[in-house]
């Protein structure tokens, strides 16, 4: 399969925590998007990379939250003192730049803050 | 801002019966739009796109979308809907020059046997 890949799919971590998922983008994509999906919503976006880039950041995305993609391929995301309200799904999803450009999920990864 | 609302929260169907599901956006520029549907356990899938021409725009398993740019609207259609299309809906929204999607909060289908 040579979708998006995500890891882990599950996490469970204690509040004050710090957790980092990992994205890994269709071979050649450019583009690499990060959302979050809560329970009876639909993805919210968070930030988005062209290459390397950090093109764009939601007002969602607290200081407690940082993403890179430091060689243009995967990217990690990562929660610092994850707080009860940050449990949700945390998509990505990968495109190539064009005319028509569409973008391809992931599985995600849930998070449980306890 | 810019958003997408899906009007209908959960959809009850019979096998065979017909589809519509409500979509509309608030933004006055040029759109990209999509569906993506999410099946039981599975991960979001494109279902169908809109970038421009022919505003009836056909996708996979028998669904059809039309563009209705006066009316802000891309509703989604099937003629007779299965079992299997039990799923998740999600309306999309691409604006301006920004390649975030920006989504609706989702129809859960349910198709009864």
């Known amino acids: 399969d040579t979708g998006v890949s995500q890891d882990p799919r599950h996490k469970i971590t204690k509040r004050g925590q710090n957790v980092t998922f990992r994205c890994d983008p269709i071979s050649e994509h450019n583009r690499l998007y990060w959302y979050r999906q809560t329970l009876g919503q639909g993805p919210e976006f968070l930030t988005y990379?062209?290459?390397?880039?950090?093109?764009?950041k939601s007002r969602l995305l607290s200081d407690r939250f940082s993403a890179e993609r430091p060689k243009g391929s995967f990217s990690t995301l990562e929660i610092q003192h994850t707080e009860q309200g940050d449990s949700a799904m945390y998509l990505c999803a990968s495109s190539l730049l064009a005319s028509q450009e569409t973008q391809y999920f992931g599985p995600g990864t849930r998070l449980l803050v306890l | 801002a810019q958003s997408v609302s899906q009007h209908n929260h959960h959809v009850i169907l019979s096998e065979a019966a017909s589809l519509e599901l409500g979509c509309n956006y608030s933004?006055?520029?040029?759109?990209?739009l999509f569906w993506y549907v999410q099946y039981p356990g599975q991960h979001l899938q494109l279902l169908l796109k809109y970038f421009s021409g022919d505003p009836l725009v056909k996708g996979i398993k028998g669904f059809e979308a039309e563009f209705i740019k006066s009316k802000f609207s891309f509703n989604l259609r099937k003629p007779s809907v299965q079992w299997s299309d039990t799923a998740e809906y999600f309306c999309a929204v691409k604006t301006g020059n920004t390649g975030k999607l920006i989504f609706g909060q989702g129809t859960t289908l349910q198709v009864k046997p």
């Open positions: 990379f062209q290459n390397e880039a950090q093109l764009e």
């Open positions: 933004y006055g520029g040029t759109v990209n």
